[in-house]
Structure formats: structure tokens, C-alpha cells
């Protein structure tokens, strides 16, 4: 359906085309490769398109160490997720999966049967002597820091397994555990390299803001579908001051308390561009730069999709197929990124509604954000 909507946009077609039958040399290149990784390594890609087809696109076009790496810290952190995900898993259970999860990567015939909320997770789980196989015949210190971030990860997950969101404090917090802590695992990867700047290791803040505006605007989106599998991630402090539960806005998806907290998470999430455009700023590859970018552009689109949607309530909102071929194969500056994000950005301004408490706030964020983009604007296109 969502390739449907594309139809009448031709350069969205274009672009799915391209995308999809590889016309773009600089996304595909790594392709070529395959016939030099080993069965369990294949496995590992063919794996990471089946959990994420956007993150295998972007991940496909690292220079060749990079991509390797960073693939099996995706697969690793995404097995890792699946655990926390299952609310079928007996919590205690649970715990000691996620607390001990670094440890089974050590481990080369380590596997985890019926567990994960869907198939491809499941099937990721239950093969995952393959990841561990992959992992250990890559750098030591790739290793280390996939390591240490998997065990930060495993431990943050555990604390909230009984513990529920209740402020902003604690939803930034967890967002850190889980997305945050990739951003800052992501930094010392590329540093590591020597591909990339010795310095973005100690861009801890950056790094952080970068993986909880891609993590707060996957929680947004995923109202729905959390709500149907028994997950809440939306903080209380926020949610509370709209309704008694956080079920109300599924039966009321067009209420004014409805629009009111929605937009109240996704200023929130706004609060969190200037720091994403600081950290892609810092990026000195090309091709990292893409991988970086790419899905910040997405994040911000579907933003300006969900904001004042009531969609968001009864359905997984997802930006068109096309729209996001078409942001995959033209990101590749900075000035690229500035102009999608300034299109979003006035999109929103556009749908401010004066009719809920939070659209003030709007204003004001997008105001401070379109200041940033005139004070800096010189220096950006100088970039």
C-alpha cells in the first residue's frame, strides 16, 4: 500500500527503481564482496536485510571493515533487543539473558530458542552461533567496544524489565540504554577505524542525542503496535497529564488530549536536532556520513508525518516507501540534510493547531531551531 502513494510522485518511483535494482554504484558496491565472506558471515548480511531493510542499505556501503563490524553490532544489539522485547519471557528469565547477553558472544555455539516477538527474530536468535562465529573473527578492538557496549546495553535493559517509565528523566535514561549507547558504541567504531576523525570517540553527548531522537521517534511511531504486544514506553509524566491510561488515546484517537500529548513527545524529540546536525557536522567520510545521516533525515520525516496525526494512535505510521528511497539516495551532504530537515521543519510550523497547550512550545522549538539554521548557515554550506 505504502508504494501505491508513491505512484503519482515520479521522482519517488525513480527512486524506489534505483534502489531497488541497484542503479546507485555508491550504495551497492559492497555487494561485490560477498563472494570473498564466509557462509556464516553471508548469513549475517542476508539477516540484516531481513530484520531492517533500511539499516542493511545504509550499513551495505561502509568501507568494507566498517560494514563488517558494523552489521554485527547491529545483529548483536538487535538479538539483544528481541529478548527485551518478548513479553512472553519469564521476567526473571529475562534479567539474567540480558545481564549475561556479552558473555554468549564468547561463545561459539550459543543459541536461544522461542524467543523474540517475531519470526525473523526468532529465526535470528535461534542461528546466532553464526553472529558469534562472524564476531570473533573481526579486530580485538571492535570486539572491545561492541563488547562493552552490549554489556552497558544488557544491564540498562535489565533495570527497566520491572521498572516502568514514570518521567522524563527516566525516558531519556532508557532511551540512553538502548539507543544512545549505539550512538556512542557507533563513535568509537569509526574512530577505531582510523577512517574517520581520532576526536569522535569523545563526542559522548552528540552521540547520545543522535541514537534518542532516532529512539524517540521509533516509540512515537510504535504507539499502536506496543500498546497490542503490552509495552509502554511513553513516560507517565507526560502521558498522565492527557488521561488516567495510556489506553485512552486509542479509543479517542481524534481528541484534543490525544493531539496534546502526542505533540508533547515529539517536541520533546524535536529538542534533540541542533545536537544531530552538530555530530553529522564532525563527519569527515563520505560514506559514514550516509550511514549517519540517512536515517536522521528519516527520523525527522516521519516527525512531520506524526505530528498532529491521530493516525499514530490506530495504525504504524510510516513515511511512503518512495519518500524514503528518495532520502536514501539523495543524502549525501550536509546541505542535503539542512534542506530536508528545513522542509520538515516548516511542514510542522504549518500544522501547529492552536487548539492544544503544547503548540507554543512548538513554536518556540522550531523558532530556536530556524535561528540555528541562519546563525550557522555560512559555515554549513562552507562544510
Not at 539477516?47 to 531492517?52: C, H, I, K
Not at 547477553?101 to 536468535?125: A, C, P
Request: charged share 25%.
Amino acid at each position: 500500500m505504502s508504494i501505491l502513494k508513491s505512484l503519482c510522485r515520479p521522482d519517488e518511483m525513480s527512486a524506489i527503481l534505483k534502489l531497488k535494482f541497484g542503479t546507485s554504484s555508491s550504495l551497492y558496491t559492497a555487494k561485490n564482496d560477498d563472494l570473498e565472506y564466509s557462509d556464516d558471515l553471508k548469513y549475517c548480511y542476508q539477516t540484516l536485510n531481513a530484520v531492517s531493510r533500511s539499516f542493511a542499505v545504509v550499513i551495505r556501503q561502509l568501507p568494507k571493515e566498517l560494514s563488517i563490524s558494523v552489521c554485527l553490532f547491529y545483529l548483536i544489539l538487535r538479538a539483544l533487543d528481541s529478548i527485551e522485547d518478548d513479553m512472553n519471557c519469564p521476567k526473571k528469565r529475562k534479567v539474567n539473558l540480558l545481564r549475561n547477553f556479552y558473555t554468549y558472544n564468547y561463545q561459539e555455539d550459543w543459541t536461544l530458542t522461542h524467543i523474540g516477538d517475531k519470526e525473523e527474530y526468532r529465526e535470528l536468535l535461534a542461528n546466532y552461533n553464526k553472529v558469534t562465529k562472524s564476531f570473533l573473527s573481526i579486530d580485538k578492538k571492535y570486539q572491545d567496544i561492541i563488547t562493552e557496549i552490549c554489556r552497558k546495553m544488557g544491564d540498562g535493559m535489565a533495570d527497566f524489565v520491572e521498572t516502568e517509565i514514570h518521567s522524563v528523566k527516566d525516558y531519556d535514561l532508557y532511551c540512553h540504554h538502548v539507543a544512545g549507547l549505539v550512538g556512542v558504541g557507533l563513535s568509537k567504531i569509526f574512530a577505531a577505524s582510523e577512517i574517520e576523525d581520532y576526536n569522535l570517540q569523545f563526542q559522548d553527548m552528540l552521540s547520545n542525542s543522535m541514537g534518542l531522537f532516532l529512539q524517540k521517534t521509533n516509540i512515537i511511531r510504535d504507539y499502536k503496535e506496543d500498546l497490542e504486544e503490552k509495552r509502554t514506553f511513553w513516560p507517565k509524566e507526560i502521558w498522565s497529564v492527557y488521561a488516567s491510561n495510556l489506553n485512552v488515546f486509542s479509543e479517542n484517537p481524534n481528541s484534543k488530549n490525544a493531539a496534546s500529548c502526542l505533540n508533547h513527545l515529539i517536541n520533546n524529540a524535536l529538542a534533540h536536532v541542533i545536537d544531530c546536525l552538530e555530530y553529522l557536522k564532525k563527519i569527515k567520510h563520505h560514506r559514514i556520513f550516509k550511514f549517519c545521516a540517512i536515517p536522521q533525515v528519516m527520523a525527522i520525516a516521519t516527525l512531520c508525518k506524526a505530528y498532529n496525526n491521530p493516525k499514530v494512535f490506530v495504525e504504524n505510521v510510516k513515511i511512503r516507501k518512495g519518500l524514503a528511497a528518495k532520502l536514501i539516495l539523495n543524502t549525501n551532504t550536509i546541505q542535503d540534510v539542512i534542506k530536508t530537515y528545513e522542509e520538515m521543519i516548516l511542514t510542522i510550523e504549518r500544522k501547529i493547531s492552536d487548539n492544544t497547550p503544547k503548540s507554543k512550545e512548538t513554536i518556540e522549538l522550531i523558532q530556536h531551531i530556524k535561528a540555528y539554521f541562519k546563525v550557522n548557515r555560512q559555515e554549513l554550506v562552507s562544510l
